[in-house]
């Protein structure tokens, strides 16, 4: 396939996952990205942007990334790589692109003195996206696959404006993060009902757990390696949709604990965990399990 450099054909293969040492490569046919000498002259311009102009988003940014990936056992050590990336992002206006089909509106702020003059209304922050906590979790796993940069940075870059923008904001579209939470209800609804029952019945809704993997995509959640092989069926499949299902069926799994608590609280800490689940053997499980 790579011999081939086949885009379609990659994004076929990695529906099965991937070969670790192929993922950076198929990734990268998948999304489209070369990494031309124009590209590296792209990012160096973010990059001197960077250096010249501070921003209000940097601060955010810098405590998100101590907040969220400085903490964490695996992704500790990119802290580096995270700033490069997304203090260069939050500047890069090609990224405003994706409000077209979006239902996002990127926010505007005037220039200094010239407050409601709207010829003097500029994007701002200038991609249009505003970071949130732990944003910086979309950017982390990837560290694990790219090491140079100006790469890193575009592979995030077009995984951004495909799919994890949807996300965070409100649409129709079907791997819209409100179609997510939807699909999630059903099937815990259709395969658990009286999980979920009991769940509501305890005040323990369980979107209110699960909302914030969908969120990140699992990143943070998931060990790194796990995390990887369902980012592969997202690309493969080009949708978010598996999100949903996962959730779904990380419920199921931790069912029988879950159905003998009686708060929030208690619910929470069954599923606090998931750091040692493994991703595929529970998708299957769920999706293709026979009812006796």
Not at 29 to 39: A, G, M, R, V
Not at 166 to 190: A, M, Y
Not at 268 to 287: G, N, W
Request: aromatic share 14%.
């Amino acid at each position: 396939v790579l011999a081939e450099q086949d885009s379609a054909a990659a994004q076929q293969y990695v529906r099965q996952g991937c070969p670790t040492a192929l993922r950076a490569d198929l990734w990268a046919l998948i999304l489209n990205i070369s990494n031309q000498p124009e590209d590296l002259l792209y990012y160096e311009q973010l990059k001197s942007n960077v250096i010249q102009h501070d921003l209000l988003v940097d601060s955010l940014i810098y405590k998100d990334v101590k907040l969220t990936a400085s903490n964490d056992d695996y992704y500790f050590v990119f802290e580096d790589y995270l700033y490069q990336v997304l203090l260069c992002f939050s500047r890069d206006t090609s990224v405003l692109e994706h409000f077209t089909y979006s239902s996002a509106t990127p926010p505007k702020s005037y220039i200094q003195g010239k407050l409601g003059m709207e010829e003097y209304a500029v994007f701002y922050p200038p991609n249009g996206v505003i970071p949130f906590h732990g944003f910086s979790m979309y950017v982390a796993p990837l560290c694990f696959l790219y090491h140079e940069p100006s790469k890193l940075y575009q592979i995030f870059r077009e995984m951004y404006v495909r799919f994890f923008f949807r996300l965070h904001s409100i649409s129709s579209h079907p791997s819209g993060i409100v179609s997510l939470c939807l699909l999630f209800e059903t099937l815990l609804q259709t395969h658990l009902p009286q999980l979920f029952y009991h769940l509501r019945e305890i005040g323990a809704q369980p979107l209110r757990i699960s909302f914030k993997w969908m969120v990140r995509a699992f990143s943070g959640y998931l060990a790194t390696d796990q995390l990887l092989l369902l980012w592969d069926r997202i690309l493969g499949y080009n949708s978010l949709e598996i999100l949903a299902v996962l959730a779904a069926a990380v419920f199921a799994f931790r069912a029988v604990n879950l159905m003998e608590v009686t708060s929030l609280a208690a619910a929470e800490a069954v599923l606090a965990d998931l750091s040692t689940l493994k991703v595929m053997p529970l998708l299957q499980i769920f999706l293709f399990a026979t009812v006796t």
